[in-house]
C-alpha cells in the first residue's frame, strides 16, 4: 500500500531533549515535505526537500532540522525542543513539482513539550 | 503574515444545501491553488486543484472558482452530506521554490 508513515505518533518529552521524527514513503517520491499544524494557522512549512541531499526552508525552520540522504526517508530532528515547537506534524511527499502530482501526507505526529 | 486567507472559520450547512468556502491571496507567483480535506486523526488528502489560467474545475460535486483578477479563489461543495464534514484547507504553490501555502482551514459540519 503506497503511504507515508511517521513514527512516533505521540511523543511528550521535555524542554532541551533532542529529539527526531521520522518519515519514510514508499512510492519512489522526489518531493518530501514537513508542515506543523496549529489551530488557526492551517499547516505551515518547515522544510522541503527536492531530492535526495537537496533541502530548503520553508516558511517557520527555526529550531527544526532536516535530512535527505536516502530518497525514501525524511526525518525532522528537533535539537532543542522548546515548548512553542508542541504542535501536530505532519511530512508529506510527491512524485515531483508536476500539477498533476499531489503531495501524500502522513497521519501526523503529536508533539507535546513541556 | 498569513500569504492565503481562507473563510469563514467554521460553517454549518444542511444535508442537500451548498458549502461555499473563501480564499483569497496577494503573491502573485503562486501558479497552483489546490484544496484539501482532513478528517480528524487523519493527514490532509487532495480533493481538486486548479491553475490560475483556468477560471473553474469541477469534479463531481467538488468545484473550484477561480477569480484571477481578485485574487481569489473558492471551493463550492453542492448537495453537502453529513460524510463531508471535515476540515478544509486551500493552498497555494509558488513554482521556483515549490514552497506551500496554507489557509488556516474551514470546519465543515452537514447536519443531517
Known amino acids: 500500500e503506497a503511504q507515508v508513515t511517521q513514527n512516533p505518533r505521540y511523543l511528550i518529552t521535555v524542554t532541551g531533549k533532542k529529539l527526531t521524527v521520522t518519515c519514510s514513503q514508499n512510492m519512489n517520491h522526489e518531493y518530501m515535505s514537513w508542515y506543523r499544524q496549529d489551530p488557526g494557522l492551517g499547516l505551515r512549512q518547515i522544510y522541503y526537500?527536492?531530492?535526495?541531499?537537496?533541502?530548503d526552508k520553508g516558511d517557520v525552520p527555526e529550531g527544526y532540522k532536516v535530512s535527505r540522504k536516502e530518497k525514501r526517508n525524511f526525518p525532522l530532528i528537533l535539537e532543542s525542543p522548546s515548548p512553542n515547537q508542541t504542535s501536530l506534524y505532519f511530512c508529506?511527499?510527491?512524485?515531483?513539482?508536476?500539477?498533476?502530482?499531489?503531495?501524500?501526507f502522513g497521519d501526523g505526529t503529536r508533539l507535546s513539550i513541556l | 503574515q498569513q500569504q492565503v486567507k481562507q473563510s469563514p472559520q467554521s460553517l454549518i450547512v444542511q444535508k442537500g444545501g451548498i458549502s461555499i468556502i473563501n480564499c483569497a491571496y496577494e503573491n502573485t507567483a503562486f501558479d497552483y491553488f489546490p484544496w484539501y480535506q482532513q478528517f480528524p486523526g487523519k493527514g490532509p488528502a487532495l480533493l481538486i486543484a486548479?491553475?490560475?489560467?483556468?477560471s473553474e474545475k469541477k469534479e463531481g460535486r467538488f468545484t473550484i472558482s477561480f477569480n484571477k483578477s481578485a485574487k481569489q479563489f473558492s471551493l463550492h461543495i453542492m448537495d453537502s452530506q453529513p460524510g463531508d464534514s471535515a476540515t478544509y484547507f486551500c493552498a497555494a504553490r509558488t513554482y521556483n521554490f515549490n514552497k506551500f501555502y496554507f489557509g488556516s482551514g474551514t470546519k465543515l459540519n452537514v447536519k443531517p
Open positions: 526537500s527536492m531530492n535526495v541531499e537537496v533541502t
Open positions: 486548479i491553475r490560475p489560467d483556468v
Open positions: 508529506a511527499s510527491s512524485l515531483g513539482r508536476g500539477l498533476g502530482q499531489p503531495q501524500h
